[in-house]
């Protein structure tokens, strides 16, 4: 008998302080900074209170570089996240859709124990 070993594929982005961005949304943001044509941009993800569910989720672009951020990029996008939020977001992963039935940035975030039917905000 042979023991046979599997690997488990490597992930083709790698987190920010937990955050990942697929590579579809880097693809999107990419595009979206061409359209307003600016290369000096990043792409703040923050967590901010408010919301039906107490917390809510913030995606902007952004040129300030504040005390604590934590930055990495992915493909050429470059992904900040303040010293607040990276505690809510450890996992999180955002990604981008494009269905027939939906269509907008999504984030996945293994942190979040309830969200309202808004999608916008958890807790």
């Known amino acids: 008998m042979t023991a046979e070993t599997t690997s488990l594929p490597t992930p083709t982005v790698a987190p920010v302080d937990g955050v990942v961005l697929t590579e579809a949304a880097a693809d999107k943001v990419k ?13 703040r993800v923050a967590v901010q209170p408010g919301g039906c569910s107490g917390l809510r989720y913030q995606l902007f672009f952004d040129d300030r570089s504040l005390d604590g951020d934590s930055t990495k990029d992915f493909g050429g996008v470059s992904v900040v996240v303040d010293r607040m939020s990276v505690p809510y977001l450890g996992g999180a992963v955002i990604d ?15 942190n979040a124990t309830g969200s309202c039917a808004c999608g916008d905000s958890f807790h």
């Open 31 to 43: 595009a979206l900074l061409e359209q307003e044509g600016r290369d000096d941009l990043a792409l």
């Open 96 to 110: 981008f859709v494009d269905t027939i039935e939906k269509q907008g940035f999504t984030i996945d975030n293994p």
